[in-house]
């Protein structure tokens, strides 16, 4: 195996789990987050020598994973169907409770613009700083402290009106 290829696999191999957490929770679906982050792969490994070069190869990737998911957004055959409804009632003492917590936080997810979505969870889920992300999507920081707060807004309210819908019933 070249050395190339090498560096590649091991590459893979350490960041595969962070990029396709990545691209699950900025698509919301596990399936298509599989198919981004193969696709973002793809293309990792055809400029792998330039990545190798410039350094940061996790950063490079995180990047190309948000703009593979963009586009996947844009495309009509890519966008996402609901085929079911959330449970009327949970009880507290279920196993299923904290799934149906994470599903409802996954939801509400799903209702951000991509970028806000993107933003949401390079800042929060992943842990980077506004510098960081701003980096990984080509924006400013003030575009990012914008866009996350506009998320962070937007998912609060997505999940109180689940819940208060939830509370009715």
């Not at 940061?56 to 495309?75: F, I, K, Q």
């Amino acid at each position: 195996m070249a050395e190339r290829d090498r560096e590649y696999v091991e590459f893979v191999e350490v960041a595969g789990a962070a990029l396709r957490r990545t691209a699950f929770l900025v698509s919301g679906d596990r399936h298509k987050a599989d198919d981004i982050v193969q696709d973002a792969l793809y293309k990792l490994y055809l400029a792998w020598p330039k990545v190798r070069r410039v350094g940061n190869p996790l950063a490079y990737a995180r990047r190309m994973v948000v703009n593979v998911a963009y586009d996947g957004t844009r495309r009509p055959w890519r966008r996402e169907v609901a085929i079911a409804e959330v449970p009327d009632r949970v009880v507290p003492d279920d196993f299923a409770h904290g799934h149906a917590e994470r599903d409802e936080v996954l939801a509400a997810l799903r209702s951000l613009g991509p970028r806000q979505r993107a933003c949401v969870v390079l800042r929060y889920y992943e842990d980077l700083s506004v510098e960081q992300t701003a980096e990984i999507l080509g924006c400013s920081e003030g575009t990012v402290k914008s866009q996350a707060a506009r998320g962070l807004d937007t998912l609060r309210r997505a999940i109180d009106l689940r819940r208060s819908g939830r509370a009715a019933l």
